[in-house]
């Protein structure tokens, strides 16, 4: 079982940034993938950015530029910084982690709310 745990969130005016953090604890495998995700209410969750256990990272076009996710200095802890942030990017923000032999869908954090406004 994993379990994971996101912070950082909050309200921020456009143009402004935020780092989200996500810890994770519990049975991870040396080879995982992490995940930031997002869901604006009415809107279908968005994949934003994933970093492997190897340092490898993916980014939407929609972030791209924008946001950079890395692995902190804690152990088991990914970061998502988010700059130039604009109303657009008001959401629930979540963390998620596949690893071989967990679910399919991987383990999920409960998510952090991010709100962009003046």
């Known amino acids: 079982q994993v379990q994971l745990e996101e912070s950082g969130g909050g309200l921020v005016q456009p143009g402004g940034s935020l780092r989200l953090s996500c810890a994770a604890s519990g049975s991870i495998s040396s080879f995982y993938i992490v995940g930031w995700y997002r869901q604006a209410p009415g809107k279908q969750r968005e994949l934003l950015a994933t970093i492997t256990s190897g340092g490898t990272t993916n980014y939407a076009d929609s972030v791209k530029g924008r946001f950079t996710i890395s692995r902190g200095n804690a152990k088991n802890t990914v970061h998502l910084q988010m700059n130039s942030l604009n109303p657009e990017d008001t959401a629930v923000y979540y963390c998620?982690?596949?690893?071989?032999?967990?679910?399919?869908?991987?383990?999920w954090g409960q998510g952090t709310q991010v709100t962009v406004s003046s």
């Open positions: 998620n982690l596949w690893r071989v032999g967990g679910p399919s869908n991987g383990y």
